[in-house]
């Protein structure tokens, strides 16, 4: 480690001053208003959060957020592995949660880790200095925890020679992720973004907007929702989440109370026109150029033909085109959808350690089975169309040789 870096442990965003926050985490990342929002949430069943404050001579210059989480290993098990596994599970239980110490975000797509620009304009240290500074303090505040896995959560390409680099000096291996979703607009009206995708999708997605545009609803962008409103969004992002393949978080009321509060957040909502009920709505963050689109909820009793999901995001494209935004990050997971819209996956890795050295070879094995295929059936669906896109493991490892 260089001798003038440093790395603190705390336990709370508060401790770091709002200023660091600013120049770290701007726009387009999620910033200080997020990490105190999760903090607020009650998520500590789930969650441990910490943050690495990284000084050089005392002057904080990074932040790196962390967290530790009993996961569950299914998550990451090719199909092929899964049924030994909860064999194994029936037996000792605790094998089925594998306690992991998180470099990155939990609820977050992508990992970021935030340096001050001008310190590494001035200081003559790199990135590498930085993350090698994380690297070795995370291996030791995992052991502190108990956590036998450290991971560096969902890193996409910006990060991936660094992460490389540390890969050969610290024996890490790479674990491909869940992909994240963005779609770049084009023009200034959703007509241009329509306009923009391949002729048998632009077709598909018309046919069907034509049918939800004739649906009984009326579409609103609510910041600061009254508690009625967010009793409503809870509700239907509950059942959204129950319907779910893939579970990493189960978010709490009390986070749609405390997010609706941050400027950045809007609500996308669609209600009956008599009733005035609440069938669907995406959550937004408003982030100058981009707009992160991240959470969603949907009453799945109403007739099939109103195309919620395809109303709501035709809505989202229409407020971000007004807003000024050029892109739009839909997240992991429910694929099908996203690529119909005309969204790019992006490729998200993550890199990872295990303590013990004998379960280090096992999980690295393991880890280079695992693939797009083996991670989603709809990515896998998608791959047979467009074998071309599907992440080379094979390229990280040899990157890291």
Known sequence: MIQQLTLEWLNSESQIPQALWDNCFPAPFEGQWWYRSLECSHLEKQFTFTYGLISYNGEPVAIAPAFVMDVPIELVMPPLVLPIVKLIGKVVPSFLYQRTFFIGSACSDEGHIGIDPKFLKNSGLTQDDIFICIQEAAEKQAKKYNAPMLVWKDFPETFHQVLLKISKSKDLFPLVS?????????????????????????????????????????????????????????????RTYLKGKTKFEELTPEFFEFI??????????????????????????????????????????????????????????????????????????????????????????????????????????????????????????????????????????????
């Open 178 to 238: 869940f992909p994240s979703a963005l779609v770049t607009l084009q023009g200034n009206k959703a007509d241009d973004y329509i306009a923009s995708l391949k002729s048998s999708r632009r077709q598909k997605l018309n046919k069907k907007l034509i049918t939800a545009m004739a649906a009984p609803l009326d579409v609103s962008v609510v910041h600061l929702p009254d508690n009625q409103t967010l009793h409503q969004l809870y509700r239907l992002f509950s």
């Open 260 to 401: 609706s509060r941050e400027k950045e957040a809007h609500f996308i909502i669609l209600r009956h026109q008599s009733s005035h009920e609440i069938v669907a709505f995406m959550l937004c963050f408003n982030l100058g150029e981009h707009v992160i689109n991240k959470f969603i909820g949907m009453d799945y009793d109403a007739p099939q033909d109103w195309f919620l999901y395809f109303r709501l995001w035709i809505e989202v494209v229409n407020w971000s085109y007004k807003i000024g935004a050029k892109t739009i990050q839909s997240g992991q997971t429910a694929y099908p959808a996203k690529i119909e819209t005309g969204h790019q996956l992006i490729p998200l890795t993550n890199f990872c350690k295990h303590r013990n050295t004998l379960m280090h070879s096992i999980s690295k094995k393991v880890a280079s089975l695992v693939n797009w295929d083996t991670l989603d059936q709809d990515l896998a669906l998608y791959l047979k169309a467009y074998p071309e896109e599907k992440p080379n493991i094979e390229t990280l490892k040899e990157e890291k040789q």
